[in-house]
């Protein structure tokens, strides 16, 4: 009875780490068929980001799917920051491990996050994007 006790945590625990990696492989199962419509995509514990021409798509990946998904034009996007979870806007290199938010700034002046776990992913999206939208005609 005392082993029992003994190894019911570990085998409760063993079933919630198979229960874990098996939503886990479903979100990038559906992350994948979803970024077949972009040009560049990304998948983030957080957010999954799509640009296709001049449309960015976010949304958050679930197991059943991308949800709340926000489309715009950057045509319609005014700034673009690299800022932290705090809303502090970055110009240094970030760690790897420093998480980060991509913010657009549009012409109502209304604020679109997208967050990232990794602050390098963060900082090189932001780049692209920057990049891209300065070369919009």
Not at 30 to 35: C, Q, S
Not at 62 to 85: C, E, M, P, R, Y
Not at 114 to 136: R, S
Request: glycine share 6%.
């Amino acid at each position: 009875m005392e082993r029992g006790l003994f190894w019911l945590p570990l085998l409760i625990l063993f079933f919630w780490l198979a229960w874990s990696g098996k939503n886990e492989y479903q979100k990038l199962e559906n992350y994948k068929v979803w970024a077949e419509n972009f040009d560049k995509s990304k998948y983030d514990i957080y957010a999954v980001l799509g640009k296709k021409g001049n449309l960015i798509t976010w949304g958050k990946p679930t197991a059943k799917g991308i949800i709340n998904t926000i489309t715009f034009s950057l045509d319609d996007i005014v700034q673009i920051n690299l800022v932290d979870k705090n809303q502090v806007a970055l110009d240094s290199n970030l760690s790897e491990k420093q998480e980060a938010n991509i913010q657009f700034i549009t012409q109502e002046n209304q604020s679109i996050i997208v967050p990232f776990t990794q602050g390098t992913m963060a900082q090189e999206w932001c780049k692209y994007l920057q990049k891209f939208k300065n070369n919009i005609p």
